[in-house]
């Protein structure tokens, strides 16, 4: 059995399933800790003995040594009688922790520190924002203070605010610094005397559009560091209020070249059909590495279809338009005007081609309208899935079934309580694309079946296919899967962490990466969203931070935010024009919104409806099929909706 030590935060041990291992007392605890801060080195036992007392006991050595032989029943317990411990390994009088660095989060937190010091921005943006994402709280955060463990302690606590500047810098660096002003002004507050800390938060306030909160922060951090600290000037602040009062251009950047799609300028050759196809071709390849690639990519692929219609060879529209099959996760499209185009072009295209068009070209065409018209309840758009579906089917085409059980996917949320349905369909997706080599529909499943396991309240199996997906994408070079399982993470720490404070910094780092993913359709709301859902689980009102942009998922969100600011007027006229939710990944969690927003409010009709809707979703956990946010079980809410004075 491999162990998973986790010391940022409590000090806690997880097997390969993610179950938790019982290391037993504090004592035994602080001496596990005290063998992970060695870093694998050799600890003698005299050295464990003054760490773990102040005045040591006669017995003490012999209380270690029992200590030890605890430990190794608890991390091996399938270990033979004596043999030698794996794990712990006696050296001469002194004993060392030989668990994998990968193993133990702190250690993986300084060396993916130490790798991405000189790698790119966008790789730093992201593996930082992943190590960032395991820390719980303070380390060792069960442990009395004592003299190994507080110099640790604060050399963790440094690495740790590094990590944060350093991943700071990199997202200012790719323009994408609006959504880390709340975190930025915690490490300011918090640490007045890292003039970094306040060039970044100012940076990053001027990204966000707020330049007058940008200048007052550097003349309050510059007054700051002068009363408290002597400091007369600090060039950093001088140099960024200069270049923000002329407007510096390398404040905001633009994408760099290398980010944008080479390949996707116009190809060389000279055929119509081979250039647009080519076109469509090279924008597939290219949408998986997300970011700008991903945008410029969707755009291109419209451009060729637009274009291609108008040759009049609804042949050529057709391939074209097919020759682009990426998997679809979500069900808000990116850019719903962009998507509708296409579709309209799809069906024109279907209706030119008439019966006679080949069944494997009609399915990919029927499979493109599923895909792209979503998150609606139009009948249509469902009957053009299961139309793609049984060609393919007839076909025996494993291509043409994959998409069309991904357009199946999208059009399954038309109505609610169909996670039975997603489950096989992402069980076929994994099987088909295994035999097939279609390594992207084999991701898509493994993310789907997240999603269906955290809807079902079934995190460890979640989990395990989130190791499957990212295994994928690391071969397969589709970064995009790291920000969607990262998000996964952050709701499963909101789902076991008493402090939402740990959950909201995850939650905020994730945001981070989804700024620069290329997927707004999934960004936009998605973080007051979460951070909304941390308020309603912990019993405190809406955040009303004016920084949030609620997107989408303002109208839901608008009573609560009307009560936390005392106007329950207010909160009353905007619950009673409340739209029904539309029908894609958030339809019960915005559902459970609603239904907090009825008892507080005591709105019987309201409450009505919110337990009519909820009621097919019973036994799952609300908001769990996006696999980023929680409401807790839905038999909770119904519950509680149930306790109203008045239902009807």
């Known amino acids: 059995m491999e162990i998973f030590v986790q010391v940022l935060g409590p000090i806690e041990v997880r097997d390969t399933e993610d179950r938790a291992v019982a290391v037993g007392s504090r004592r035994r605890r602080e001496l596990l800790g005290r063998l992970v801060a060695a870093g694998g080195r050799v600890v003698p036992l005299a050295v464990l003995v003054d760490d773990l007392w102040e005045d040591p006991p006669p017995t003490a050595a012999g209380t270690i040594r029992t200590f030890v032989a605890e430990l190794r029943r608890a991390l091996e317990p399938d270990r033979p009688p004596r043999t030698p411990s794996r794990v712990i390994e006696t050296v001469g009088t002194g004993y060392a922790l030989r668990v994998a660095r990968e193993h133990v989060d702190a250690h993986r937190f300084e060396d993916t520190l130490r790798a991405v010091r000189d790698r790119p921005g966008d790789q730093v943006a992201r593996a930082l924002g992943e190590a960032l994402s395991w820390w719980r709280g303070e380390p060792y955060a069960d442990l009395d203070a004592s003299a190994w463990l507080t110099p640790e302690r604060a050399r963790l606590a440094e690495l740790h605010r590094q990590a944060v500047e350093l991943r700071a810098r990199a997202v200012l660096d790719l323009g994408r610094g609006a959504s880390l002003v709340p975190e930025l002004e915690a490490l300011a507050t918090a640490h007045p005397w890292r003039e970094h800390a306040w060039v970044l938060l ?11 909160d940008a200048l007052a922060s550097l003349r309050a951090a510059r007054a700051g560091l002068l009363d408290r600290f002597g400091l007369e000037s600090v060039d950093g602040l001088d140099h960024l209020e200069r270049d923000i009062l002329r407007h510096a251009a390398h404040l905001t950047p633009a994408p760099r070249d290398e980010d944008r799609l080479r390949l996707l300028t116009r190809t060389e050759a000279t055929g119509t059909y081979t250039r647009l196809r080519s076109m469509s071709t090279v924008a597939r390849a290219a949408a998986v590495t997300g970011g700008t690639n991903l945008v410029l990519a969707q755009e291109q692929r419209a451009a060729a279809a637009a274009e291609a219609e108008r040759t009049g060879d609804p042949g050529l529209t057709a391939r074209v338009i097919a020759a682009y099959d990426v998997p679809t996760i979500w069900t808000r499209a990116d850019d719903p005007g962009r998507s509708e185009a296409l579709v309209a072009i799809t069906r024109r295209t279907l209706h030119r081609l008439g019966p006679a068009a080949p069944p494997a070209l009609r399915a990919r065409l029927l499979a493109t309208i599923g895909l792209e018209h979503r998150g609606t309840r139009d009948r249509w758009a469902a009957e ?74 079934h995190t460890d199996t979640a989990r395990r296919h989130v190791v499957s997906a990212e295994r994928l994408a690391t071969v397969h070079e589709t970064p995009l899967v790291h920000v969607l399982t990262a998000a996964f993470r952050a709701m499963r720490l909101a789902e076991r962490s008493s402090d939402p404070a740990e959950a909201a910094h995850a939650y905020r780092t994730v945001a981070a990466d989804l700024a620069g993913a290329g997927m707004p359709g999934v960004e936009a709301g998605i973080l007051p969203l979460a951070l909304l859902s941390l308020s309603m689980r912990h019993g405190r009102p809406a955040p009303t931070d004016p920084a949030l942009d609620w997107g989408p998922y303002r109208p839901w969100a608008q009573p609560l935010l009307d009560l936390a600011r005392g106007d329950l007027a207010a909160a009353r006229r905007t619950a009673a024009v409340l739209p029904t939710p539309p029908a894609d990944h958030l339809y019960d969690a915005l559902w459970a919104v609603t239904a907090h927003t009825a008892i507080l409010l005591r709105d019987a009709p309201l409450a009505a409806r919110a337990h009519d809707a909820l009621s097919p979703l019973r036994g799952e956990i609300a908001g769990g099929t996006t696999g980023m946010i929680t409401f807790g079980p839905v038999n909770d809410i119904l519950s509680a909706l149930d306790q109203q004075p008045v239902r009807r």
């Open 384 to 457: 053009a899935a299961a139309e793609a579906e049984q060609l393919a089917r007839d076909l025996r085409d494993p291509h043409a079934l994959v998409l069309a059980l991904n357009a199946r996917f999208v059009q399954s949320f038309q109505q609610p309580g169909r996670t039975g349905e997603r489950d096989v369909i992402a069980g076929e997706l994994i099987d088909l694309s295994t035999r097939h080599d279609l390594p992207l529909f084999e991701i898509l499943g493994h993310l789907i079946k997240m999603q269906v396991c955290a809807a079902r309240g």
């Open 202 to 212: 100012s940076h990053a306030l001027y990204q966000a559009g707020r330049q007058v």
